[in-house]
């Protein structure tokens, strides 16, 4: 079975510019989730989809961060304008379905970002 | 969700067992507890998880204690590659957004 599949893996950017990062989720999984990883920290989670929909983005950057799910399966996650402190890498992680129970998500290897 | 408690960092021999702890004491009926490792630059790799009987899988054990207020992760026979930082996770089961809300985890070195 595929995984969580996300591109690119690495992205090197002038602050103030922007970036985009692609994800793919396992075929079949309604719940879409993006994080945000801080180099020493946990992954914090920025916005979460269920099927084309949103259900949680109380902690996306909403002036600078966009992210969309369109037709309910690939995602794109957006920043612009880039700040340094956006460093970071980007997860992709992808379940079943958030309502059943032990419900288990499953991670991409993460889009490195570097803004210098 | 409940918030856990895991010591930063723990050492082990390599081929011994490796006992990860993880306190969950607000933890609420419905919440499992799910476990994590993430190995340097790969994302996090999801390892097991369990409401309330011990749980075994190919690549851990999880015990719960019998109050559910914590657990631990055993790995029967840890090797070099087992090196990682492993999240304790309390997720409400049945909810309307089964997000994981990750802490600082518990660095694991396994020394040869």
């Known amino acids: 079975e595929a995984g969580v599949a996300q591109s690119p893996r690495y992205k090197i950017i002038e602050k103030r510019q922007s970036v985009a990062f692609w994800c793919n989720p396992i075929?079949?999984?309604?719940?879409l989730y993006w994080y945000q990883q801080i180099l020493g920290q946990g992954p914090k989670l920025l916005i979460q989809?269920?099927?084309?929909?949103?259900?949680?983005d109380s902690q996306l950057p909403k002036d600078r961060f966009s992210a969309e799910r369109l037709k309910g399966v690939d995602s794109t996650l957006k920043i612009q304008p880039a700040k340094l402190e956006d460093s970071a890498v980007y997860l992709c992680a992808s379940s079943l379905d958030l309502a059943r129970a032990g419900n288990t998500i499953y991670f991409g290897e993460g889009s490195w970002l570097t803004v210098v | 969700d409940a918030k856990t408690t895991q010591p930063p960092s723990m050492d082990c021999a390599e081929g011994r067992a490796a006992n990860l702890p993880c306190n969950h004491s607000t933890i609420s009926g419905n919440e499992y507890v799910y476990w994590y490792r993430q190995i340097h630059s790969q994302g996090p790799q999801y390892i097991i998880h369990?409401?309330?009987n011990n749980e075994t899988n190919e690549m851990a054990s999880l015990i719960i204690t019998e109050d559910r207020k914590s657990s631990t992760l055993i790995l029967p026979h840890a090797t070099l590659r087992d090196t990682a930082v492993y999240y304790c996770i309390a997720q409400r089961g049945s909810s309307n957004t089964g997000k994981l809300i990750f802490g600082q985890g518990t660095t694991l070195q396994v020394k040869p």
């Open positions: 075929s079949g999984h309604a719940t």
């Open positions: 369990g409401l309330k």
């Open positions: 989809f269920q099927n084309n929909g949103v259900v949680d």
